[in-house]
């Protein structure tokens, strides 16, 4: 392999060895040279720009010009330290010109052949001397420096085969780099020079075995039947050296290194040779000794810390300062990788452990009016010291001073106690209006009832507005101006949960939309509620009959779902957009009602717990007493209460009767009203027009009875009532109109609204009943001084308020009779929607409809 890499790669050495052939075939003669022998050797010449040496110019250099060997060559290459400073200057110029030591190495070697051709020459030219009797040229002690010698000496110093491997080496250094690099970070031990070719390399230059010419040769020939055979091989290798892992052998790498860096030497030593100079060669090796540095300069193997800093012969001959930087690079890229290989630690947030579990508010100064953000807020304020945090839960039974001195409602959490289960959609096309909303001719039509207005209950702060409050009774919500209980009066509803929902929060809202599994959208409570407390209030947009109409023909034509609740004063509440409370849904056994109150002079509607309150996660209904006012508008119901009637409204055999009774009725009214025009007196509650409207309906079917007489007869009540007679009741029969409920205080409604001529008057005997407390004889003497409530200003006494308070109760319970007929006289008829609808709408009437049907007569 040495040779044939010489051969390869030195012309000149192998002319040399031609010429050496070529005299060998032509032993005696120097000067007799076959022609293919002459013409080998030219054109190696014109390959190498050699000067060829022929027989001729070889008797001319070395027998007349230069001495003993007679050979221009630089003179270092023949010893040992030229050659190794040859060397250096070699590795010198390649680092300062990016070249590579083994062009300086292949001169070297190709300067060893040709002196050994030539030492040959000069052999056979003595010989032939010899026999021909010349005398040498050559002295004896010359003849030991022969050619074999001066290789050898060559050999020694660093020309020996195991230097061509470790040139070899050198260059595969490029793919040594690469790989000992990859492996750097998976194992140090890696990392170090001990590739098989660098170790075989170091054995060799330990040991470096002198072997023959021949020997070399026959491992050439060798090595040249096995190129062609490996060149596909190495070509492969070249492609694997990229492969991170699969190191090839290294015997293949240094192979096609050697080709490789073979083909630029080629080219490299025909510039060289032909170009250097001999002083371009002495200031080359000037240089190379005065690069010459003690070895143990050089760091250690193991400081160079990765296996790409191994030194080899070349590589030590870099500067300090240039390995230092290099050392630090790499530790930087080492410690880099140590950094990206360091395992992520998650950072785990502290866990915070629940100190308050379901009995929130118990240990904190909690007002239940404010919500959790606002009551940190106050807690802040007037806490001076932090409290410390407590380990424990407490008990509910020791739950503080503050609480069982002022006590609290007990608040479960209502997501805790029935969380909605998950993918709750929300009704999307629903606006919200928390207040009634005058639209078109409403605002217009509408007037507050200013009477109402001025009553006042009779409950004193002892018993507070109880069950027997007046105010109570007629649906008034009690306020300053019609109550002195203050406070603790117990009729203030509608304060109360304008109080609660100003505290905002869920709980405090108390309800909240759910989504049900057949009827749509539903209301569900949050909380609990105690029985008859107000829940939430039912808003929306107060419209006149005539705009119902229209929006059920236009807007509402395809709708399933209707929100249209009977008012106030023939109005109609749309809650299309309105409050939360248009969600609740129809149940023939419900839970709550819907009434109609009248506050500070308005009416306003709201949905009130049943008799039996409300549990936490209810769903919330009430009875419709839904009128379709037609067959197409017969929705079946599904509340799914045993006592379900199967349609949302009345049921068939009912309506059947209602709307039988409701025909007569109407051809009643209908010849009256024709013998009316035909020149009789008309009456008052007479037919004002010809709608169908249940509205104007209701108008009808009540006959006027004189303000006087009812008056009268409520005295008499009363004083019957005083004197320990039972006020006589008389039930109302027809309900057609209005329906029972089941509190007492609608079957009061109820007993006191009746078509009957002699209808008494519930309320006037309550009335009575409170009043005969006082001293009323006053009053029956002086009855006829009692002026109008309406009409007091100025501050009366005592017992004129008494007895001013007991005519104003028996004028209220004559206008649940007969007020249809005073404002129906007093309003004008211009305001009265006369005009019948084509279509009934179907619209709800509220629980509490036997009273608001009452007050829309007003
Ligand atoms: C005021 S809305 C109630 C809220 C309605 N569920 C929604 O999704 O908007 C009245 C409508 O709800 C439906 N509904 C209410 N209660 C019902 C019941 N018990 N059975 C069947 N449908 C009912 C009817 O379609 C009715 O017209």
């Not at 195991?162 to 040139?167: E, I």
């Not at 989504?515 to 947009?541: H, L």
């Not at 055999?653 to 020149?679: F, P, V, Y």
Request: proline letters at 6%.
């Amino acid at each position: 392999m040495f040779e044939s890499i010489v051969n390869f790669l030195s012309p000149a050495a192998l002319t040399n060895s031609i010429l050496r052939e070529a005299v060998a075939t032509a032993p005696g003669s120097s000067k007799m040279m076959t022609r293919r022998a002459r013409s080998s050797l030219e054109s190696a010449a014109a390959v190498t720009n050699t000067p060829t040496i022929t027989p001729d110019t070889m008797e001319q250099d070395t027998f007349s010009n230069n001495g003993p060997t007679g050979v221009d060559f630089s003179g270092p290459l023949l010893t040992p330290e030229a050659s190794r400073s040859e060397t250096s200057s070699n590795h010198d110029l390649a680092v300062a010109g990016d070249e590579k030591p083994q062009t300086r190495r292949r001169s070297a070697r190709m300067t060893r052949m040709s002196l050994r051709a030539l030492e040959n020459l000069r052999d056979l030219e003595e010989e032939n001397k010899l026999k021909h009797g010349e005398a040498s040229s050559m002295t004896p002690k010359e003849r030991t420096v022969s050619g074999e010698t001066l290789i050898n000496s060559v050999d020694e110093s660093r020309a020996s085969p195991s230097s061509v491997k470790n040139d070899a080496n050198m260059n595969d250094h490029s793919w040594s780099q690469t790989t000992l690099l990859r492996d750097t970070t998976d194992n140090d031990e890696n990392a170090h020079l001990a590739t098989p070719v660098s170790k075989r390399s170091e054995e060799e230059e330990e040991a470096p075995p002198r072997r023959s010419l021949r020997a070399r040769r026959a491992k050439e020939d060798e090595i040249k039947n096995n190129d062609k055979d490996n060149t596909e091989d190495n070509m492969e290798v070249t492609k694997s050296t990229t492969k991170p892992e699969k190191a090839t052998p290294p015997r293949r790498s240094s192979r096609l290194s050697l080709v490789t860096r073979a083909a630029e030497v080629l080219d490299r030593a025909a510039s060289v040779l032909g170009k250097r100079s001999r002083d371009a060669m002495e200031k080359a090796v000037m240089q190379r000794r005065a690069s010459l540095r003690p070895r143990h300069s050089l760091p250690a193997r193991d400081a160079l810390g990765s296996s790409s800093e191994l030194p080899d012969p070349k590589k030590r001959r870099v500067s300090d300062g240039d390995l230092q930087a290099k050392k630090n690079e790499l530790e930087q890229e080492a410690s880099k990788t140590e950094e990206a290989e360091k395992p992520v630690v998650p950072q785990f947030r502290t866990k915070r452990w629940l100190d308050q579990g379901m009995y929130t508010g118990q240990e904190r100064d909690y007002d239940p009016r404010l919500n959790e953000a606002n009551n940190k807020i106050r807690a802040a304020r007037r806490r001076a010291p932090p409290e410390p945090q407590r380990k424990l839960l407490p008990l509910p039974m020791f739950a503080g001073e503050r609480l069982l001195k002022l006590g609290r409602d007990f608040k479960l959490p209502f997501d805790v106690f029935s969380p909605l289960p998950p993918g709750q959609p929300k009704p999307d096309e629903w606006k919200k209006t928390n207040r009634n909303v005058f639209v078109g001719d409403a605002a217009s039509f509408w007037r507050e009832n200013k009477k109402i207005e001025l009553s006042t209950c009779l409950c004193d702060e002892e018993t507070g507005c109880d069950e027997d409050c007046q105010n109570r009774f007629m649906f008034y919500e009690c306020d300053s101006s019609n109550c002195r209980v203050g406070p603790n009066c117990g009729n203030r509803s509608f304060e109360e949960l304008k109080q609660r929902t100003k505290a905002g929060g869920k709980y405090n809202i108390g309800v909240e939309v759910i989504k049900t599994a057949d009827r749509g959208y539903g209301v569900r409570s949050n909380r609990t509620f105690e029985p008859n407390q107000v829940i939430v209030e039912y808003t929306g947009e107060i419209i006149t009959q005539n705009e119902c109409e229209r929006r059920m023909r236009s807007v509402y034509k395809n709708n399933e779902c209707y929100y249209l609740m009977y008012f106030d004063q023939n109005m109609i509440i749309d809650a299309t957009r309105g409050s939360i409370a248009r969600f609740v849904n129809h149940s023939c056994a419900p839970n709550c009602r819907m009434e109609k109150w009248t506050v500070g002079g308005k009416p306003r509607m709201a949905l009130f717990a049943g008799d039996r309150g409300i549990m936490t996660g209810e769903e919330l209904t009430y009875d419709y007493n839904f009128d379709p006012y037609s067959q197409k508008n017969v929705q079946q119901c599904r509340c799914g209460a045993p006592t379900c009637r199967g349609v949302l409204g009345p049921r068939p055999k009912e309506r059947e009767i209602r709307e039988s009774k409701a025909e007569q009725k109407k051809e009643a009214l209908q010849k009256k009203a024709k013998g009316a025009l035909a020149g009789t007196k008309r009456k008052l509650g007479s037919v004002l027009d010809e709608s169908t409207s249940a509205l104007n309906k209701k108008r009808k079917t009540i006959k006027g009875t004189s303000v006087k007489t009812t008056i009268s007869k409520a005295m008499s009540k009363a004083k019957s009532a005083i004197n320990g007679k039972k006020a006589p009741v008389h039930v109302k029969k027809n309900v057609t109109v209005m329906k029972t409920t089941k509190t007492s205080k609608s079957m009061m409604k109820t007993k006191t609204i009746s078509k009957s001529k002699v209808t008494k008057v519930a309320t006037a005997a309550k009335a009575a009943k409170a009043t005969s407390k006082v001293k009323i004889q006053q009053v029956t003497k002086k009855k006829t001084a009692v002026k109008p409530a309406t009409k007091e200003t100025k501050p009366v006494s005592g017992s004129e308020r008494v007895r001013i308070r007991f005519k104003a109760t028996a004028r209220r319970s004559t206008s649940f009779k007969k007020g249809t007929q005073t404002l129906k006289a007093k309003s004008p008829a211009k305001k009265t929607p006369k005009k019948t609808p084509s279509k009934r709408t179907p619209i709800k009437s509220p629980g509490g409809s036997i009273k608001s049907k009452a007050a829309a007569k007003k």
